[in-house]
């Protein structure tokens, strides 16, 4: 399995951008996917979530600003960041859980930078 992720990059205070992240090399289907990042010197936290019917999740600090969204027929995730603060740069990462015969298994990104500052 393949995750690869783009769009990271340095924007200023009040900017946007759009991380994408395409999943490939696996035969069966994905369960749900999401976003996490990890700030400087902190843990891994939760930015977003998405199941395969479209039901959505976000933490408490990312939501009216941020937007996850799929595209099942490609494999593919999003996540579109508007009003970016300071406290938004970290370490941007992939999370894909395909079903496997019953079972969940985990798959991460390499994980994309990104930074907010002016």
């Known amino acids: 399995v393949q995750l690869v992720e783009s769009g990271g990059g340095l924007v200023q205070p009040g900017g946007s951008l759009r991380l994408v992240c395409a999943a490939s090399?696996?035969?069966?289907?994905?369960?749900?996917m999401g976003w996490y990042r990890q700030p400087p010197g902190r843990e891994r936290e939760l930015v977003a979530t998405?199941?395969?019917?479209?039901?959505?999740n976000y933490a408490d600090s990312v939501k009216g600003r941020f937007t996850i969204s799929r595209d099942n027929a490609k494999n593919t995730m999003y996540l579109q960041m508007n009003s970016l603060k300071p406290e938004d740069t970290a370490v941007y990462y992939c999370?894909?859980?395909?079903?496997?015969?019953?079972?969940?298994?985990?798959?991460w990104g390499q994980g994309t930078q990104v930074t907010v500052s002016s």
């Open positions: 999370n894909v859980r395909y079903s496997v015969y019953g079972n969940i298994v985990i798959y």
């Open positions: 090399g696996s035969a069966f289907s994905i369960n749900a």
């Open positions: 998405i199941t395969g019917t479209g039901s959505t």
